[in-house]
């Protein structure tokens, strides 16, 4: 099996065909949606983010700590966060931002006390799944999960309502924050546990990608950014992933030699499967594919399937893939199992239904693939 290691990263990890979760959970509270994950999930748990608690959401969870960032107040439904960066006191908050970024990048162990540090209101499921994490037996790695700079920049304005991304001291102090939020975040969860810590960057705004709102976007630009959070969580002692819940450009980010590339193969494994050259080179050089075989879009393709149908649908889609040097067992070996995107926007039930389908799937297929495949505990 292949394992992904480096002397800057706590254990090497072996992917298996595991389950993996991707974070969000349509739950109010959070001690039950760890209930749901740990037993959907038990070898690589992750902490839960619910949507229905606005500060939870893929902006402002992570957006903490900026300078002269606008949050609108909670009811304020149809008001996106921006930047006033015409506020007279940007300039000095901008300059605080940066010596602190300093500071903490040349010595990681100020993040606990910095401003990069994510708040309990924001991320309550996180300090929670620390406390809990030295009870979970059976742990393979711990996951956890960061709105990445993309969808970050694109979806947060200046007061003009013109797109972070273009504004060039927006991007940079994102970019920072980032990945200084995501290093912090690897560096609590490794001191809660032994296990490898897999930190996903989560980019769904990647999906726009070539569309005429995005037609200036640079894909050097977009390298860079990505490249400077995966090496901050790498230099904090994590595995990092990057997760698209749609197409994008897959070239791209197989270049860019992330641990993990999940990505939404029940809806678009066609976009991915022209690239079979380079997802060898990618596998070949150790890289892992979280491959997000559940359906999460539409309830009757969640009703729909069952645990079968998705095992003969991973099986087709993996022959596309395999080859004299890479079968089925190898592929799945270099695997983890995920639904295609996060549970938050569904029903309950339909989440449950996910979470149960995920879990069986890699179970059948580590029993008919792998030798040393064992099934996790039921729902």
Known sequence: MTSVNNENRIPAFTAAGLPVLIGSVPL?????????????????????????????????????????LVEPAAADEGKRLFFDVTAPEFESEQLAFFEDYLRVSEDFAAL?????????????GLFLFCERLADLPGL?????????????????????????????????????GLAMKAAWQVRLLAAHTTKPVLLFIDEP???????????????????????????????????????????????????????????????????????????????????????????????????GES???????????ADTLTDDSRDRSALLAQTLITPSCGTGSLTPDLARRVLELTREVSMLLREKYLEKGAASPGL
């Open 112 to 124: 606990d006390n910095s401003r990069f540090a994510v708040g309990r209101d924001r991320a309550g």
């Open 205 to 303: 705004a990647l999906a726009g990608l070539g569309s005429s709102a995005f037609i200036s976007v640079s894909l050097d630009d977009l390298r860079r950014d990505l490249s400077e959070i995966i090496e901050a969580i790498h230099r904090a002692g994590g595995l990092a992933g990057i997760h698209v819940c749609a197409n994008t450009d897959w070239e791209l980010l197989l270049g860019m030699d992330p641990d993990i590339l999940s990505f939404d193969a029940y809806g678009y494994f066609d976009r991915l499967a022209p690239l079979r050259s380079q997802v060898h080179a990618y596998l070949d050089r150790g890289g892992i594919i979280a491959w997000g075989i559940v359906p999460t879009s539409r309830e009757e393709e969640i009703m």
């Open 140 to 176: 393979i790695a711990v996951k956890g999960q960061i709105t990445g700079p993309f969808t970050m920049l694109t979806g947060i304005t200046d007061r003009r309502e013109r797109l972070g991304y273009y504004d060039p001291a927006i991007r940079d102090m994102v970019v920072k």
């Open 307 to 317: 645990a079968a149908s998705l095992v003969d649908r991973w099986e087709e889609q």
């Open 28 to 68: 109010a509270d959070h001690r039950r949606a760890l209930e749901w994950i740990v037993d959907a999930t038990p070898e690589i748990p992750l902490w839960p983010q619910l949507p229905i608690n606005p500060l939870e959401r893929m902006l402002p969870q992570f957006c903490e700590g900026f300078p002269c």
